[in-house]
């Protein structure tokens, strides 16, 4: 009996845009669907996978691993298609009675077409197909104009500054997610007044491909009958939706560094604040991390973009887990030791 392809659903947007709260969001209201998730990080904490092993992604009753969670840490998957991804692929391959679907969580520095061209490969195609890409875009940060709104003025303040590189990808990238999607959820729209979000509507539109579907979304909810099953077979047509990169043979996203710090928080109003004034003195696009409260029972998650930092309790620290507070910043040209130095300063003060 010859199975059937896996469709396989490609999550990407910007960094902080709301991926992993979506996919979280689909895993919890999966109803029996047989899913694996591939997640790619930029960092080596695994903060993303660890959270989708909290709504049960990854482990089985017992909670030993199940073999449905991947995580890729090496790079982004567009420029480790060989090396990382296709290995994990031939193991999902070899499961095919086993899996439903499969989504693959993109970092936020990946461009879709490369990773989606991947699926035209013999060994690959033969057992899956891409179902669509997924782009989640962090609405008020479009709104407000970074890296789409106004790409010439971003680069010209960055090229205006000596310390900073000479090339700002931050704007094609956002462009190339949009030009891949076949279907947009526009998130974090809580707050926004309808002007902002048809201005939001109006810039995604000018940057994705006719008729695809515009979805408005709270705290990256959706409903998965929207996201799930689109049948799009984008394997098929990638090679026509043009990108800012088609004509280059490889690509890195040099400019970026990711870096861990390790630091001991008493407080979360002054950790926050003390992460906020962070950002404003060094070019820290996104802060991500876990950390331990004194007398708390549960492990706080901490998620920033820009200067918007959120913070909710997610489980409790389970019996003998290390009760630590780590953090991942990405950015440019960040040092790891100084910034952990600056921010523990900032606590003790």
Not at 59 to 82: H, I, K, R, Y
Not at 229 to 253: F, M, N, P, S, Y
Request: with cysteine.
């Amino acid at each position: 009996m010859q199975l059937n392809k896996i469709p396989a659903t490609i999550v990407t947007g910007f960094l902080g845009a709301g991926k992993t709260t979506l996919l979280r969001h689909l895993l919890t209201q999966s109803q029996g669907r047989r899913i694996a998730v591939i997640v790619n990080e930029f960092g080596a904490l695994g903060i993303d996978g660890e959270l989708l092993r909290g709504c049960g992604i990854g482990c089985d009753e017992s909670g030993e691993d199940n073999g449905q969670l991947f995580e890729l840490a090496n790079g982004c998957l567009c420029c480790t298609v060989q090396e990382e991804f296709a290995p994990v692929m031939e193991q999902l391959a070899a499961r095919r009675g086993q899996i439903d679907h499969l989504v693959i969580e993109t970092s936020g520095l990946a461009l879709p077409k490369p990773l989606v061209q991947a699926f035209q490969w013999p060994q690959i195609r033969n057992a899956f197909t891409v179902d669509a890409v997924v782009t989640v875009v962090d609405a008020p940060a479009a709104a407000a104009g970074r890296f789409a709104d106004d790409p010439q003025a971003v680069d010209a303040q960055r090229r205006a500054d000596d310390n900073l590189d000479h090339e700002s990808p931050l704007a094609e990238l956002f462009e190339d997610q949009l030009a891949t999607a076949d279907l947009v959820v526009l998130n974090k729209l809580e707050g926004m007044d309808a002007a902002d979000v048809a201005r939001v509507e109006a810039l995604v539109r000018a940057e994705t491909p006719a008729g695809v579907q515009l979805v408005h979304a709270h705290h990256g909810q959706v409903v998965p009958e929207l996201v799930l099953g689109l049948g799009r077979a984008v394997e098929d047509v990638i090679d026509a939706r043009k990108t800012h990169h088609d004509a280059e043979e490889d690509h890195d996203h040099d400019a970026f560094d990711s870096v861990a710090v390790t630091l001991a928080v008493a407080d979360r109003d002054r950790l926050i604040a003390a992460l906020a004034a962070l950002v404003q003195r060094h070019e820290i696009y996104r802060a991500k991390g876990f950390v331990a409260l004194p007398g708390a029972a549960m492990r706080l998650v901490v998620q920033g973009v820009g200067q918007r930092f959120d913070s909710q309790f997610d489980r409790r620290w389970l019996p003998g887990e290390e009760r630590a507070s780590r953090l991942v910043l990405i950015g440019d040209h960040l040092d790891g030791p100084a910034l952990q130095q600056e921010l523990q300063a900032a606590l003790d003060a």
